[in-house]
């Protein structure tokens, strides 16, 4: 038999897995017996010894062969271990910069839409106060309207909350926001129309020129307190004592303060829009000219000077230049006709 003849033979009757695997001392000192005999004749001789060695020991061969595939197998799966770890250390850390990146953008939103939420607010309080002044300006009742209220609102079951996403939101906001400053620009102009009402309103002659009081002496033809037969009456009188004080029925400015006839100590009014009022018979006057007087204000103290039986204050009311009946500008608060006397 020829060495390959009995190379593919020996290996040919390898059957494997074999329970007699093993690599024991005697076949490893046959192996080194071989390499070391064939330093000494040339290493020529070593593939054909190398090939008997196998003829005569096939398991131990193999065994050899399998035993180094099992070390290098290891080795490989090592590094693949190592590289495959490697590699998932890097993905989690790539995976934590982007989720602190997303806490980072998060966060930045939530302050954009706290400042927002702050602008807003300014503009909610801005607006509950102007309301409020217009409450008032307006004379509502209390209950009638009130700021401090949540308004009722609701709707049918088929509407579902869902998620509004963050562009959806700054749109709202920015809605929110225009009809806000659109809100107090109107509001503004209402309060300055109330304003202008209320002047208007203040402006006119409308309550008693003294607390406490009574007429004493109506409006037109009366008798002359004098004697001497029929006088017209330009006027109201209304009882007081020296020094109460005299009020001014309107705001307005003062045209005239001094001594006139048989006015004595007076007062003048001009309220600009027509109207004038006197305050006659004083004894002191509180005001002079060119003085802005608001109503209720006082205006002089009461007396009896000029053409006058007693203390007592004189009132009238001119509209354009014509002279009117004071008792319609007396308000609802005018009390009723006393005793006519003499002034």
């Keep these: 038999m020829s060495a390959n003849a009995a190379s593919n033979a020996g290996i040919g009757a390898v059957v494997w897995p074999s329970p007699d695997f093993r690599l024991d001392m005697k076949t490893h000192m046959a192996f080194k017996k071989i390499v070391i005999n064939s330093r000494e004749k040339g ?38 271990g190592f590289v495959g770890s490697a590699q998932l250390r890097a993905k989690v850390q790539r995976q934590d910069a982007e989720l602190a990146q997303v806490r980072r ?15 807003l607010q300014a503009q909610a309080t801005r607006l509950n106060a102007l309301g409020e002044r217009l409450t008032r300006m307006g ?3 209390d209950g009638e309207f009130d700021f401090d209220q949540p308004v009722g609102v609701g709707g049918g079951d088929d509407e579902v909350s869902q998620d509004m996403p963050a562009p959806q939101l700054n749109k709202e906001l920015d809605g929110l ?20 009402h209320q002047l208007d309103q203040n402006a006119v002659p409308s309550r008693m020129p003294i607390r406490n009081s009574y007429i004493t002496s109506g409006f037109g033809g009366r008798a002359d307190p004098f004697g001497g037969g029929a006088g017209n009456h330009k006027g109201i009188d209304f009882h007081a004592n020296v020094g109460d004080p005299v009020l001014a029925v309107a705001d307005g400015v003062v045209s005239y303060s001094g001594v006139r006839g048989g006015y004595g100590n007076v007062v003048e009014v001009d309220h600009g829009n027509g109207y004038v ?5 004083n004894s002191r006057l509180s ?8 109503v209720g204000q006082e205006v002089a103290k009461a007396g009896s000077t000029g053409r006058s039986t007693g203390a007592h204050v004189h009132f009238e009311v001119w509209k354009d230049g014509v002279v009117m009946n004071p008792a319609k500008f007396l308000g609802d608060g005018a009390t009723p006709v006393g005793r006519r006397g003499r002034g």
């Design 277 to 281: 009022t006197r305050y006659a018979h």
């Design 177 to 196: 926001q225009q009809q806000f400053a659109t809100s107090g620009q109107q509001l503004s102009v209402l309060e300055s129309l109330l304003f202008d």
């Design 139 to 141: 004379k509502l009742q």
């Design 43 to 80: 290493i020529k001789d070593l593939p054909w010894r190398l090939r008997e060695f196998a003829d005569r020991r096939p398991l131990a061969v193999l065994g050899t062969v399998l035993a180094v595939g099992m070390v290098l197998g290891i080795g490989v799966s090592a590094a693949t």
């Design 287 to 294: 005001v002079k000219v060119g003085d802005l007087v608001r």
């Design 105 to 119: 953008d998060a966060q930045t939103q939530v302050n954009a839409l706290a400042a927002r939420l702050g602008e």
